[in-house]
């Protein structure tokens, strides 16, 4: 409530300064524990809360915490923040769980802090993570898992999610690795280069993330990957949707977990958290493109992604330039040369922090919960960070800005006012009409290719989804591409 000062004006409250006093990941690699003996998700969580709040300097500060987010993952837990509350020994503390997004951690960094700003929380503590790796071989041989599986009691806050048409739409595709690649062809004709260089251009983006990882010691995959194997299909590196192998796509099947505890300046300051320690978000912001890929204007870039960075920046007073750390959101090629292109940063500087999806890997929802416990050390080090934060087919952006300096003040700014969407309408399921192909992708099972998917546009305008089977289309599109040709869809089946 306002208070008044002497003449009977009233008085805004204080506003609290958010400041991120401890992050921590926690990994188990195969072969670090017997099967059975191995932590689960919540012993992954638990021990990163641990350790974000030994890195504070202040591990009694997990007392103080009111409010655990935790990002949504292929598990069975109705609430894992109140479990790992349980394991930590809290009561009566908040909890909340995401949906499945790569935007989460983020998500839940800006609703904790504005949450702080506001007086309505003294500390909150931002988690995610998994160990599907071990369930994955647990269920191989037939076992059971020891570690905590309690659903968690309570009724957890749920945050984000996706409109049903989005969904229904991933549903139709099988995957998100095909929309990446659809981008991937998109931008490869627009750029004017044939196949096999927007190959080399992947591959060669791809080795500059996989240097990164090696020198991550909490990346899952800490071997160099050059170019070469990187780009080229062979047993280890089987392709999945053309152009990408399997070394360009995104890793989940991992046992990792990040922490990121957060409270307000004058708790930091009375627990002792040394000034050297704190890192303040400054803003985190948030958008949508159109809920459909097929009803998108373009394929080749993402006005809310650059609606959402450009905001980020312009809350933060820096210029692109002023930032030292950046950390663009990488499952796949596609998104992190969009998001260079919106930014205007050099393909060429260091783009991330971890290495990646396709290296560093992460729980299904918590790329980014690793990207900001990876740029906390860099921050409180001098220069400030950017965080890129992707969820669905490069539908959902988040960015923040981190830095050792405070802020004017915080902000969590939903851009989605700024994005200038302009809808594509939907081809009928029974069109039967001339169309040109603006992007192409094949798709492989492990036995080899199926078939083409293409994003065709009618005379009108109009975008559809078709696909074909005939064996040279599926050549073609591998060899020297098929988007830019005309052609004719009957029925959802591109002849040409």
Same mark, same amino acid.
């Given at each position: 409530?306002?208070?008044?000062n002497d003449s009977g004006l009233a008085l805004q409250r %204080?506003?609290?300064?958010?400041?991120?006093?401890?992050?921590?990941?926690?990994?188990?690699?195969?072969?670090?524990?017997?099967?059975?003996?191995?932590?689960?998700?919540?012993?992954?969580? +638990?021990?990163?809360?641990?350790?974000?709040?030994?890195?504070?300097?202040?591990?009694?500060?997990?007392?103080?915490?009111?409010?655990?987010?935790?990002?949504?993952?292929?598990?069975?837990?109705?609430?894992?923040?109140?479990?790992?509350?349980?394991?930590?020994?809290?009561?009566?503390?908040?909890?909340?769980?995401?949906?499945?997004?790569?935007?989460?951690?983020?998500?839940?960094?800006?609703?904790?802090?504005?949450?702080?700003?506001?007086?309505?929380?003294?500390?909150?503590?931002?988690?995610?993570?998994?160990?599907?790796?071990?369930?994955?071989?647990?269920?191989?041989?037939?076992?059971? $898992? !020891?570690?905590?599986?309690?659903?968690?009691?309570?009724?957890?806050?749920?945050?984000?999610?996706? *409109?049903?048409?989005?969904?229904?739409?991933?549903?139709?595709?099988?995957?998100?690795?095909?929309?990446?690649?659809?981008?991937?062809?998109?931008?490869?004709?627009?750029?004017?280069?044939?196949?096999?260089?927007? &190959?080399?251009?992947c591959a060669e983006l791809w080795a500059r993330e996989s240097?990164?990882?090696?020198?991550?010691?909490? *990346?899952?995959?800490?071997?160099?990957?050059?170019?070469?194997?990187?780009?080229?299909?062979?047993?280890?590196?089987?392709?999945?949707?053309?152009?990408?192998?399997?070394?360009?796509?995104?890793?989940?099947?991992?046992?990792?977990?990040?922490? @990121?505890?957060?409270?307000?300046?004058?708790?930091?300051?009375?627990?002792?958290?040394?000034?050297?320690?704190? +890192?303040?978000?400054?803003?985190?912001?948030?958008?949508?493109?159109?809920?459909?890929?097929?009803?998108?204007?373009?394929?080749?870039?993402?006005?809310?992604?650059?609606?959402?960075?450009? *905001?980020?920046?312009?809350?933060?007073?820096?210029?692109?330039?002023?930032?030292?750390?950046?950390?663009?959101?990488?499952?796949? %090629?596609?998104?992190?040369?969009?998001?260079?292109?919106?930014?205007?940063?050099?393909?060429? !500087?260091?783009?991330?922090?971890?290495?990646?999806?396709? #290296?560093?890997? *992460?729980?299904?929802?918590?790329?980014?919960?690793?990207?900001?416990?990876?740029?906390?050390?860099?921050?409180? =080090?001098?220069? =400030?960070?950017?965080?890129?934060?992707?969820?669905?087919?490069?539908?959902?952006?988040? #960015?923040?800005?981190?830095?050792?300096? $405070?802020?004017?003040?915080?902000?969590?700014?939903?851009?989605?006012? &700024?994005?200038?969407?302009?809808?594509?309408?939907?081809?009928d399921d029974g069109f039967d009409g001339p169309v040109s @192909?603006?992007?192409?992708?094949? !798709?492989?099972?492990?036995?080899? %290719?199926?078939?083409?998917?293409?994003?065709?546009?009618?005379?009108?305008?109009? !975008? =559809?989804? =078709?696909?074909?089977?005939?064996?040279?289309?599926?050549?073609?599109?591998? &060899?020297?591409?098929?988007?830019?040709?005309?052609?004719?869809?009957?029925?959802?089946?591109?002849?040409?």
């Open positions: 409530m306002p208070t008044q %204080p506003v609290a300064t958010p400041v991120i006093v401890g992050a921590a990941q926690s990994i188990d690699r195969p072969g670090d524990h017997d099967l059975l003996d191995a932590p689960g998700p919540i012993e992954l969580m +638990v021990a990163a809360a641990r350790a974000a709040a030994a890195d504070a300097g202040a591990p009694a500060l997990l007392d103080r915490v009111g409010w655990i987010g935790v990002t949504g993952g292929f598990y069975r837990y109705r609430n894992p923040a109140a479990v790992v509350a349980e394991e930590l020994g809290l009561r009566g503390v908040g909890t909340a769980i995401t949906e499945i997004t790569g935007t989460a951690p983020q998500d839940l960094v800006g609703l904790a802090c504005e949450r702080i700003a506001a007086g309505e929380l003294d500390a909150a503590l931002v988690l995610g993570g998994e160990a599907r790796w071990t369930n994955q071989q647990l269920k191989r041989q037939g076992l059971s $898992p !020891r570690w905590n599986e309690s659903p968690g009691d309570g009724t957890p806050e749920v945050i984000g999610g996706f *409109a049903p048409e989005a969904i229904a739409e991933m549903a139709q595709l099988g995957s998100a690795t095909v929309f990446y690649a659809l981008f991937e062809d998109a931008l490869r004709l627009s750029h004017g280069r044939t196949v096999d260089e927007q &190959r080399d251009h240097r990164v990882a090696e020198a991550n010691p909490y *990346a899952w995959d800490r071997t160099r990957h050059e170019v070469a194997a990187i780009r080229d299909e062979s047993e280890q590196n089987r392709m999945i949707c053309f152009p990408y192998p399997k070394a360009m796509v995104a890793n989940n099947t991992v046992n990792m977990a990040s922490a @990121v505890l957060i409270c307000s300046t004058e708790l930091a300051r009375s627990a002792g958290v040394a000034d050297d320690r704190r +890192v303040f978000p400054h803003v985190v912001t948030s958008s949508h493109e159109t809920w459909e890929v097929r009803r998108r204007a373009e394929l080749t870039g993402c006005p809310a992604l650059t609606a959402a960075g450009e *905001a980020a920046l312009e809350h933060s007073g820096l210029d692109v330039s002023d930032i030292e750390h950046v950390d663009l959101y990488a499952c796949f %090629p596609s998104i992190v040369q969009m998001s260079s292109a919106a930014l205007g940063l050099d393909e060429g !500087r260091p783009l991330t922090v971890t290495g990646g999806l396709g #290296f560093a890997g *992460a729980a299904i929802s918590n790329s980014v919960g690793h990207s900001i416990a990876a740029m906390v050390p860099l921050v409180r =080090a001098g220069g =400030a960070g950017l965080v890129h934060g992707n969820g669905g087919s490069a539908t959902k952006h988040s #960015f923040a800005v981190y830095s050792p300096e $405070p802020p004017r003040a915080f902000a969590r700014i939903d851009c989605q006012d &700024r994005v200038d969407l302009h809808e594509r309408d939907p081809l @192909v603006d992007a192409a992708s094949v !798709r492989f099972d492990r036995e080899g %290719p199926t078939d083409v998917l293409a994003a065709v546009r009618s005379e009108g305008g109009a !975008r =559809a989804w =078709a696909t074909s089977e005939d064996p040279g289309i599926l050549d073609e599109a591998m &060899r020297s591409g098929i988007s830019g040709r005309s052609g004719r869809v009957v029925a959802g089946t591109l002849l040409l």
